[in-house]
């Protein structure tokens, strides 16, 4: 101890002088090494274990300085990783010299090495990492929590239209990962499945906080009125229907005014959001691929460090990402189609004579919000947007003719009106073949497709129909009294609930009286 001191003392002038206790723990092996090449060999004839006694000792003797060392230590300084891997070193060289001297005693020199606690010098460094790791986790949390309440979601904040927010926590995490792999220990390998499943969850927690309060589907669906039978030819309840409608409309337009006064939430802003989300999930791959890079150049990794990619991947993260894409996505379509355009959709569309209150005015709003959506998110995911809007504006014009309240009539002459709307709606999303591909506007057009044909068939067809697929699905229960079907949503020509509503809407004396008779509609709500 006094030759470490005063070698240190001798190193003090030079750049990085080694800590006393790893000078010390490179004396004692270097002691270790010099006792069993010329004293042990001589002892042996006076005890068989005397290089196993001798290592036991020295072992001892340095156990008592690291101990002490190792309960001081608070973080991970490069004297502290220095000492404790000199330690390392020296334990490992002082077992390696009790077993090989040991080999041909009775028990393989397990009473030797039961004298020789071990010093849990890399428990000590695994143990600093994790501390750092924490304090870098927990900074970065707290960075999260403050710059997203920040954040104002500018679809002009950089050209690729995402959120600075989200450029500066991949910078931090890029930054953590060259900060770890820098550190001066020899188990990067061993601690980085630790290290990445807390980026992991930051980012996961990034996303879950940045599409919180942003709304779903659901959200914006309007709620159904209940079922009313319509009011036969009163010209009065024309002009009342006009009058409440633009009411209504008024009452709406303030209600979206109050919800976007807030504009982190506009449709330009979600859209960041969606283009934000795309980002992290491209940029994954990039900071996996950089991790196997560092691997490569770490002095212990060994080939199945990469073998086991599982160690490497971001694991939460990207699935929040998709699933966040998906949620703003339809939350972006249903936004537009039920809140933003409800004046022109759920209070105008149809509403008191069908022949005057028709699509246009909905397409029109319609193609400015597309040209925002075009205009703000990453092409990657413009088509799914574009194609949720397109579903959205699908449901709200069936919604319109299965459940627009009692403002709503429709007679068999206004289905060649529908049927030019809905073509006129499919027309704006195909867009001369330069918006979404045919077999998808198909797809997500067959339940208005399928419901159309009810508007022409007449209502005593209609009544057929209903009485039968309601007695096929409620058994003979139902022949003594007809039950009222719920309402399931699932729109379609062979379901109770929308044959029902289809006659519920029927502007004509059979459909009317039926309803009083069977149910006993009212005829407002």
């Known amino acids: 101890m006094e030759k470490a001191d005063s ?59 690291i101990k002490q060392f190792i309960s001081g230590i608070m973080e991970l300084t490069p004297d502290a990783v220095q000492v404790l891997r000199a330690a390392d070193k020296l334990e490992k060289d002082l077992v390696q010299i009790a077993v090989e001297d040991a080999v041909d005693s009775e028990d393989g020199g397990k009473a030797i090495i039961r004298e020789m606690p071990p010093y849990e010098a890399e428990t000590a460094i695994a143990n600093l990492v994790k501390g ?20 104002v979601w500018n679809p002009q904040a950089n ?34 499945p630790d290290l990445m499943a807390g980026l992991d969850k930051c980012l996961q927690y990034y996303v879950m906080k ?50 976007n006064g807030d504009n982190s939430f506009g449709i330009p802003q979600l859209c960041v959001r969606i283009n934000t989300f795309h980002r992290i999930r491209s940029e994954m791959n990039v900071l996996e691929k950089r991790i196997i890079t560092h691997l490569r150049n770490c002095e212990s990794a060994h080939v199945e460090d990469f073998s086991n990619g599982l160690s490497k991947k971001f694991e939460l993260t990207p699935s929040a990402c998709v699933e966040g ?49 075009s205009e703000t998110v990453h092409e990657r995911v413009r088509t799914r947007i574009i194609t949720d809007t397109m579903k959205a504006s699908c449901d709200g014009f069936l919604l319109v003719l299965l459940a627009g309240g009692p403002s709503r009539a429709f007679s068999r002459q206004d289905f060649q009106i529908i049927e030019d709307d809905f073509k006129a709606l499919k027309d704006l999303f195909w867009a001369n073949g330069d918006g979404l591909p045919a077999d ?7 339940a208005v497709r399928g419901v159309l044909p009810l508007f022409r068939t007449d209502s005593e067809s209609l009544i057929e129909r209903f009485r039968r697929v309601t007695l096929e699905t409620y058994g003979s229960s139902a022949r003594s009294r007809l039950p009222l079907p719920p309402t399931s949503g699932q729109w379609n020509p062979t379901e109770p609930n929308t044959l029902l509503r289809v006659l519920c809407y029927r502007n004509d004396e059979t459909a009317s009286k039926f309803l009083k008779k069977t149910y006993n509609l009212p005829k407002k709500l």
């Open 325 to 373: 894409v998906q949620l703003l996505s339809e939350a972006v379509a249903y936004k537009i189609v039920f809140h933003d355009l409800s004046h022109v959709l759920w209070d105008g569309l149809y509403v008191g004579e069908p022949s005057s209150s028709r699509i246009d005015p909905l397409l029109q709003e319609l193609e400015r919000n597309l040209l925002i959506i």
């Open 210 to 259: 940045a599409k919180s309060g942003c709304g779903t589907r659901n959200t914006y669906i309007p709620t159904m009125p209940a079922l009313t039978r319509c009011e036969i030819g009163s010209k009065f309840q024309g002009v009342w229907k006009k009058k409440e409608k633009s009411q209504n409309s008024q009452k709406r337009n303030s209600q979206v005014a109050t919800m």
């Open 7 to 65: 070698s240190r003392r001798a190193s003090k002038n030079q750049p990085n002088p080694l800590p006393v206790l790893a000078i010390l723990a490179k004396d004692v092996g270097e002691l270790a090494f010099h006792e069993t090449k010329v004293f042990s060999p001589i002892l042996k004839g006076w005890h068989p274990l005397a290089a196993g006694v001798a290592v036991a000792t020295l072992h001892s003797c340095y156990a008592n300085e």
């Open 132 to 151: 750092w790791i924490k304090t870098r986790l927990d900074r970065l949390k707290e960075w999260v929590d403050r710059n997203l309440q920040q954040e």
């Open 159 to 192: 050209q690729e239209g995402y959120a600075p927010s989200a450029v500066e926590i991949l910078r931090i995490i890029d930054e953590t990962l060259d900060a770890f792999f820098q550190l001066p220990i020899p188990t990067h390998p061993a601690l980085l």
């Open 440 to 446: 998808l506007i198909d797809k997500f057009s067959s």
